[in-house]
């Protein structure tokens, strides 16, 4: 490391795209075999091995080091971590971004409190996951919804179109900014330039959630969508753990432009982050940037060659579970680009919710997947996966027709409601609802009382119901079969829902 001119140690970080600040620090903090009377208890594992060490192994606990007094100084002086940011935002094109080790889930959150304040109005497309609303809840911010495209045949909530969005914002000229989720569960992306237009022509800010979409702004594939960054989005949310090679829970929030008060950013982030921030966590953001930076085309070149060759042997060696196509969903309305790396196959067509295939697959066969819905599994295909992986699952698949299949179509579940169906009125803000006095009531007698929790299908984690908005019959119709036929529900106190959490009359 070196002394520098007042005689204490030198930073161990350089400002170059092919180093990794954090995990620089780290190496030479350990190198030095300090003895650290601070946090972590376990010391590293000096002296007790932690149990965590028996399955992640001992560096696990030796790489576990606090930010300041360890991998930075007391007061930050080496500018570890802020490095680090500095180096994610020159890679994927920002003015500034930040580092969450509590992932998309917290980036979403502060954005939203970061760009509206209680009683302030964000338009907001209705297919946000449920931690969009969680930010509404805390920020205060009354949502001017704007609902996505749903395709009926497909009974899938893609995105917004920007005329929809232009609408909605000239309907509410007092918002404060807009929100979309793009690209959605099942690799579809919104146009975002055009919406981005949309937003700015009136003088406010686009947030986009990409969680799905962080690899786009370090890719440039020409299969993949464009990321958001590059098409004017003004603060972007990423996984990294999504999409890039970073440890799971991190995620990384992006400034696109100076309509954001970096300020309030700072403030915001602060108020959600936490002050014991995993160094563990935080330099595997840092590794997945260098990689990326490196290696990133080739490795999501072979992402996209795993997933199309999938989709052929899918069609040429299991007909009988057809694979929506990438041009069956980029003709729909609003739809600028499709991920190809999410395959969507039907299972229907034999006799078979996607719930029943996945465990039979998960059982049988040892195989995950992303998706389970009542009529398909989705496979997310990463770069990851080669040749064998494929293989494995192609030929899993085959073997779930020739043994479950029950030789018809359709599985007696469904037709889904619409989304428009669905859609309910909001009877008051998500925090007033979420803080307000309630009960829990049998959810018969909940249709038409105003919920206080968030009702949450997952997949793909978009609240049915969010607090504020009015219970239907037709929603609580539809909150039934899902959990029958194998739906897991978030958000709620009754996760049977055979009782839902309202607001108390009066």
Known sequence: MGIDKDGRLRSPVAHDQDTVPIADAMEAYLAQDRVAF??????????????????????????????????????????????????????????????????????????????????ETIVMARNGHKSAIAGLVLSGARPAWVDPVYDDDLEVALGPTAEDVAATLDANPDARAAMIFTPSYYGTAADVAAIADACHDRGVPLVTDDAWGLDYALSGHPDLPEGALRQGADLVIGSVHKSLTGLQQTSVLSVGSDRIDAERLQLCFELEESTSVSTLLLSSIDGARRQFVREGKALLEGAVRSAHALRRRLAAEVPELPVVPVERFGRLPGVAGVDPTHVLIETEGIGLTGYAADDWLRDERQIDLELADHRRIMALVTFAHGEEEVDRLVRALRDLVDTQGRGRSGTGVGPWPSRAALRTAQATTPRDAFFGRAELVDADAAIGRISAELVTPYPPGIPVLAPGERVSAEIVRYLREFVAVGGFVEGTTDQGLRRLRVLRDG
């Open 38 to 119: 601070s946090i972590p208890a376990h010391s590293g594992g000096r002296t007790v091995r932690p149990e965590f060490a028996r399955w992640t192994g001992p560096d696990t606990a030796r790489y576990d080091l606090p930010l300041g007094h360890g991998v930075d100084t007391r007061n930050r002086a080496w500018h570890v971590q802020s490095t680090a940011q500095e180096l994610f935002a020159e890679a994927v094109g920002a003015r500034q971004t930040l580092f969450s080790t509590n992932g998309s889930s917290m980036s979403a959150r502060v954005a939203i409190m970061t760009v509206a304040g209680p009683g």
